[in-house]
T-cell receptor, first 112, second 115 residues
Framework: SQQGEEDPQALSIQEGENATMNCSYK?????LQWYRQNSGRGLVHLIL?????REKHSGRLRVTLDTSKKSSSLLITASRAADTASYFC????????????FGTGTQLKVEL | DGGITQSPKYLFRKEGQNVTLSCEQN?????MYWYRQDPGQGLRLIYY???????QKGDIAEGYSVSREKKESFPLTVTSAQKNPTAFYLC??????????????FGPGTRLTVL
């Protein structure tokens, strides 16, 4: 089952702008991870945030987690054309057996 | 040069045939996973393995089979029982089994088309 649902499904912005993607999930989690996928390629891990963390940064990426609302957001600051990709959240459900459940993804297009 | 590889990149199959997709990793990871991705969709888990000689069904295991005879290899067979096998197949691995999930490392994928 798809636990994570990303919003929006698609996002188009200009280079230099910030991009925000949201993820909602349904059950309690150990951690939530964000991945990036370029068209026709494998996924690349971006960042992992644990259930007891509220915010995490990595370079131009900022992730927040609100376990009371069962939601997370990924912010990409000062976007570049090379950030064009699909972004997926993935949840590690408590008692889920060391496996991830992926959301449906947000397609980000950054235009010059 | 460590990583996870999948072969072939493109695979064509006639209806009624079984095909096997290869996945190899030299990262010394315990856990390995197979996902299916349909156009514009997220990933759905087919099978996963926490340790050699053991594997579990994921959300959409019907019509698929796997083996884990070696730590570095986790081949996936798409059988003729899979009703709609045309899809992009992704293999992944992670460092440890048990406990909270760690980062998963993905291969480049195999695109399977049934003719």
């Amino acid at each position: 089952s798809q636990q994570g649902e990303e919003d929006p499904q698609a996002l188009s912005i200009q280079e230099g702008e910030n991009a925000t993607m949201n993820c909602s999930y349904k059950t309690s989690i150990n951690n939530l991870q964000w991945y990036r996928q370029n068209s026709g390629r494998g996924l690349v891990h971006l960042i992992l945030i644990r259930s007891n963390e509220r915010e995490k940064h990595s370079g131009r990426l900022r992730v927040t987690l609100d376990t009371s609302k069962k939601s997370s957001s990924l912010l990409i600051t000062a976007s570049r054309a090379a950030d064009t990709a699909s972004y997926f959240c993935a949840t590690d459900a408590t008692g889920g057996g060391n496996k991830l459940t992926f959301g449906t993804g947000t397609q980000l297009k950054v235009e010059l | 040069d460590g990583g996870i590889t999948q072969s072939p990149k493109y695979l064509f199959r006639k209806e009624g045939q079984n095909v096997t997709l290869s996945c190899e990793q030299n990262l010394n990871h315990d856990a390995m996973y197979w996902y299916r991705q349909d156009p514009g969709q997220g990933l759905r888990l087919i099978y996963y393995s926490q340790i050699v000689n053991d594997f579990q069904k994921g959300d959409i295991a019907e019509g698929y089979s796997v083996s884990r005879e070696k730590k570095e290899s986790f081949p996936l067979t798409v059988t003729s029982a899979q009703k709609n096998p045309t899809a992009f197949y992704l293999c992944a691995s992670s460092i440890a089994a048990g406990g909270p999930s760690n980062e998963q490392f993905f291969g480049p994928g195999t695109r399977l088309t049934v003719l």
